[in-house]
Structures are given as structure tokens and as C-alpha cells.
T-cell receptor
């Protein structure tokens, strides 16, 4: 079974600075998808960014980018120019690429605080 | 607007009672999921369904039951067999065959009193 580990329960960063959230995963599959979700205090889950394992290029969405290291099974999220609205729980998630296997496996989450 | 509706937002249950959480989607998504969220443990999969009248157990199915009689609806029943039901429950849906994340509902907070 696949597992996802987020080793940082809490992180904090000064507004406008850059922060990196760590995620590692364990799988024997070669094709899969990885995601970062944001959960603000409203508790609504919001997709931040996704990465296909067969793509070597790291995904980027505006101020959010990932560092995907397939051999190391690492998938970190970098938030640049941090804003107060970025404060939230962040979850890393894994999904198999096997047809029909749609379920997501989540990490434990990292609570990000933005200091003004 | 299309989306997922979970109701109620807050639910209180007495010990020994069954309670049903509602999840409805109008996105025409094939698959639906129930997750439980506890502090420090992330989201854990309870049940999921990829087609009507079929569903599979997730990692923590004991004490829960589901049905999928309609494509739009995937209610979750928390039975009296669930020893620690107080938690935040999230419902989600997705289109089969498409790479993308889920669409999540806004959640139900269940408290045993």
C-alpha cells in the first residue's frame, strides 16, 4: 500500500518570504500523480498544484511550485512571496495511475502560519 | 453552479445512535468518496464508489456503512459500532478517467454527546 509522509506538523514564515513544505511517499508503482491541497480555516479543500510522475518538469502555478524528485520519492511545495491568505493546513496526496484507482492517499498535513 | 453539498454542517449524536451524513453532487461525477479527518492524522478513506450500486471499503470502514442508489448521492451512516465517531467528515467526487484532483464538499462536523 502507498503511504505519504509529511514530517513537518507546523511551519511558519514571514510575509513575502519563501517557504518549502516537505512530502515523501512510498510506492512500488512507476506511474502515479501527486497533489498538494490547501485547507484554510473554512476547512474547504482547495487543489493547489498537481504533478504527473511521468513528467520530469516540475509543476508551477503562479507563486506555487514543486520540487519532484522521483528517485528519492520526494515532492516538496515551495510558496514564494508568502501572503497572509496562504495560512492554512497543507496536505500532500498520492493517486495511482492504474485505471479505476481513483482514491487519494493523504499525508498528515502541515499547518502553515504567515507572520505579518 | 455545480458542486458538492454536504449536510448538515454540524451534527450531534448520542452514544448508541446511528446517524446519516448526506452528500449530493450535481457535477455528473462518476466516483464519490468519504474521508474522515482527525487532528494530526490527515484524511483517511472510509468508503468509495465508482459506479451506482457498487462501493468499496477504504482504510477505516469499520463502524460505517454507505449506499449508492443514485449517481448524485452517496450518504454515509455512522453506526453505533463506530467507537470514536467524533470527527470532521469530508465527501468528495471525481470523474473517472480524468487526471485531476477531487471536488470536495464543505464537510460535516460530527460530535458524540
Amino acid at each position: 500500500a502507498q503511504t505519504v509522509t509529511q514530517s513537518q506538523p507546523e511551519m511558519s514564515v514571514q510575509e513575502a518570504e519563501t517557504v518549502t513544505l516537505s512530502c515523501t511517499y512510498d510506492t512500488s508503482e512507476s506511474d502515479y500523480y501527486l497533489f498538494w491541497y490547501k485547507q484554510p480555516p473554512s476547512r474547504q479543500m482547495i487543489l493547489v498544484i498537481r504533478q504527473e510522475a511521468y513528467k520530469q518538469q516540475n509543476a508551477t502555478e503562479n507563486r506555487f511550485s514543486v520540487n519532484f524528485q522521483k528517485a528519492a520519492k520526494s515532492f516538496s511545495l515551495k510558496i514564494s512571496d508568502s501572503q497572509l491568505g496562504d495560512a492554512a493546513m497543507y496536505f500532500c496526496a498520492y493517486r495511482s495511475a492504474i485505471q479505476g484507482a481513483q482514491k487519494l492517499v493523504f499525508g498528515q498535513g502541515t499547518r502553515l502560519t504567515i507572520n505579518p | 453552479d455545480g458542486g458538492i453539498t454536504q449536510s448538515p454542517k454540524y451534527l450531534f449524536r448520542k452514544e448508541g445512535q446511528n446517524v446519516t451524513l448526506s452528500c449530493e453532487q450535481n457535477l455528473n461525477h462518476d466516483a464519490m468518496y468519504w474521508y474522515r479527518q482527525d487532528p494530526g492524522q490527515g484524511l483517511r478513506l472510509i468508503y468509495y464508489s465508482q459506479i451506482v450500486n457498487d462501493f468499496q471499503k477504504g482504510d477505516i470502514a469499520e463502524g460505517y456503512s454507505v449506499s449508492r442508489e443514485k449517481k448524485e448521492s452517496f450518504p454515509l451512516t455512522v453506526t453505533s459500532a463506530q467507537k470514536n465517531p467524533t470527527a470532521f467528515y469530508l465527501c468528495a467526487s471525481s470523474m473517472l478517467g480524468r487526471v485531476g484532483g477531487y471536488t470536495f464538499g464543505s464537510g460535516t462536523r460530527l460530535t458524540v454527546v
